[in-house]
C-alpha cells in the first residue's frame, strides 16, 4: 500500500507492506520528491507479482500524480 496522504495513517501494518509519502494536498506540494521511492516500491511489488494499491484520502490528485509519474516512467 502507497499511502500519499500526511493526514492518513497506516492503519494495517502488520498485514500489508506500506510506503509512506506524507504528501499535503494543497497546489504548491512538491510531489516529485516522492517519485523515486515511490517507482522503486511499485515495481518492486509489481516484480514480485503483487499488488499496489496506491491511495489518497479524496483519491484525485496525490495517488493519481504518483501513478502517472511511473506509467510516465514507463514510455
Known amino acids: ?7 492518513c495513517q497506516n492503519h494495517y501494518p502488520s498485514e500489508f507492506v506500506y510506503m ?3 504528501l499535503l494536498d494543497i497546489d504548491t506540494e512538491n510531489a ?3 517519485f523515486e521511492q515511490a ?3 511499485i515495481f518492486s511489488a509489481r516484480k514480485q507479482k503483487w499488488k ?3 491511495h489518497c ?5 496525490r ?3 504518483i501513478v502517472i509519474s511511473c506509467t510516465y516512467k514507463l514510455v
Do not use: C, D, I, P
Open 1 to 7: 500500500v502507497l499511502n500519499t496522504a500526511k493526514e
Open 20 to 22: 509512506k509519502a506524507s
Open 32 to 34: 516529485t520528491q516522492y
Open 39 to 41: 517507482h522503486r516500491f
Open 52 to 54: 499496489v494499491l496506491v
Open 57 to 61: 484520502f479524496m483519491g484525485m490528485s
Open 63 to 65: 495517488s493519481v500524480t
